[in-house]
Structure formats: structure tokens, C-alpha cells
């Protein structure tokens, strides 16, 4: 009985039946078996997309570097004129599974914009991943006496010690993923490298690594 007095009516009691039930049954079990799948489903992708990454990293191709380790002029003092260049480099190719396959390889050396000496260094030739090739030459300079600003400002560097030279190597480069080889690719390796007084390389510029670029 309610505060008007009234008799209030108990609740309905709804009964259901046998069918009910078994479609409830068959709809939390098809929800169950649905998020089963996507779990599924998700998990194989994740591992997928993590396998594929371990893959990309692994395959994808690393620049070989190059150290200058010998650098000399030994005529330095003489004037303006270079007739002996030596040095010495060496190319890495730090790749674990990738070739790298080189044509003909060209070095030229500069003095500040000048170009001193050019020569051929390599035929083509194939680099197995994980090896370092010595790329050693000894050749013959040009001389630069007919720019006499040039030539003050080499005997200025002598004087104080320290002449930098820029030695750049250039090559078309591909590179091989077991039977497969990418397009070519021009590589500089640049390197600036400063010698003494006495025309040998300095500490501060021996082994030191070249930057490499492709155009």
C-alpha cells in the first residue's frame, strides 16, 4: 500500500523461454569467438610488421666509408709545384648481407679551389660485405705558380705550419642484395687533410673518417 493508500501491484515476473536463452547463449559465444579472431588477427600483424622491420633494417644499404690514414707531399717547401702526392685510404664496406659493387675510381686533389692532380685509381671491381678495400696511389702534381695568389697563400700555410689539401674520390656505386643490384649511384668521398711543414700528414687528420655524398 502506497502514502495515497492505494494497494500497489507486485512486479511482473516475466518468464522466458528455452529459446531465449539458447540466443543469448549463441550471442555471447559468437562475440567471444569474434574477439578471438581479432586478438588473432592483430598479434599475427604486430609480428608481421615487427619481422618486416628486422628485415628492412638488415637490407637496407649502408654507404661505405673511408678513412684517409697517409697523406704526403714531400716537396712542399720548394715551391709552388707538386711533383709527388702520395697517399693512402682505405674503403669499408660495413654491410652485413650487401655487395657493393665500384667502377673506376677517379681521385683529385685540390688546393683550396684549385685543382693540383687527378688520376685514375681502380678498374671496376666487387666488394663482399664486411671487407675493407686499400685504395693506396703515388702520382705526379701540376703546378699552380701561374696563380700568384695561390702561391702566397701556400707559403703563408707552410709558414704557419698547416697546408689542408681536399682529397675527393668519385665512383658509380651499386649495390647488391644477394641476385638483385640496385641502379647506380655517383659517390664523393671528400676528404680534407692537413699536412706539416714537412709535407706528412697531422695527427689531427690522420685516420680521420671522409664524408660521402651521392649526386
Known amino acids: 500500500m502506497n502514502s495515497t493508500g492505494r494497494q500497489t501491484a507486485p512486479?511482473?515476473?516475466?518468464h522466458h523461454t528455452a529459446r531465449y536463452y539458447a540466443h543469448r547463449v549463441r550471442e555471447s559465444l559468437t562475440t567471444r569467438v569474434f574477439k578471438l579472431i581479432c586478438s588473432i588477427f592483430l598479434g599475427l600483424l604486430l609480428v608481421v610488421g615487427f619481422l618486416t622491420f628486422i628485415l628492412w633494417l638488415s637490407?637496407?644499404?649502408?654507404?661505405?666509408?673511408?678513412?684517409?690514414?697517409?697523406f704526403s707531399v714531400p716537396n712542399l717547401t720548394e715551391g709552388a709545384g707538386f711533383t709527388e702526392i702520395t697517399?693512402?685510404?682505405?674503403?669499408?664496406?660495413?654491410?652485413?648481407?650487401?655487395?657493393?659493387?665500384?667502377?673506376?675510381?677517379?681521385?683529385?686533389?685540390?688546393?683550396?679551389?684549385?685543382?693540383?692532380?687527378?688520376t685514375s685509381l681502380l678498374f671496376p671491381f666487387y666488394q663482399e660485405p664486411k671487407n675493407t678495400t686499400v685504395i693506396y696511389k703515388e702520382l705526379n702534381g701540376n703546378s699552380?705558380?701561374?696563380n700568384s695568389e695561390r702561391t702566397m697563400e701556400l707559403m703563408n700555410d707552410v709558414a704557419k705550419?698547416?697546408?689542408?689539401?681536399?682529397?675527393?674520390?668519385?665512383?658509380?656505386?651499386?649495390?647488391k642484395v644477394s641476385t638483385?643490384?640496385?641502379k647506380g649511384h655517383r659517390m664523393h668521398a671528400n676528404c680534407d687533410v692537413g699536412v706539416g711543414q714537412d709535407g706528412n700528414i697531422l695527427g689531427a687528420y690522420k685516420d680521420k673518417r671522409c664524408p660521402v655524398y651521392f649526386t
Do not use: C
Not at 512486479?11 to 516475466?14: A, C, G, L, M, Y
Not at 637490407?59 to 697517409?70: D, G, N, T
Open 161 to 175: 705550419g698547416t697546408v689542408v689539401f681536399g682529397l675527393e674520390l668519385t665512383s658509380t656505386i651499386r649495390f
Open 11 to 14: 512486479p511482473i515476473k516475466r
Open 144 to 146: 699552380i705558380t701561374e
Open 59 to 70: 637490407l637496407r644499404p649502408h654507404r661505405p666509408r673511408f678513412h684517409i690514414h697517409k
Open 87 to 118: 697517399f693512402n685510404v682505405t674503403a669499408r664496406n660495413s654491410n652485413q648481407n650487401i655487395g657493393i659493387y665500384y667502377d673506376s675510381m677517379e681521385a683529385s686533389i685540390y688546393y683550396k679551389d684549385q685543382r693540383v692532380a687527378t
Open 180 to 182: 638483385w643490384k640496385t
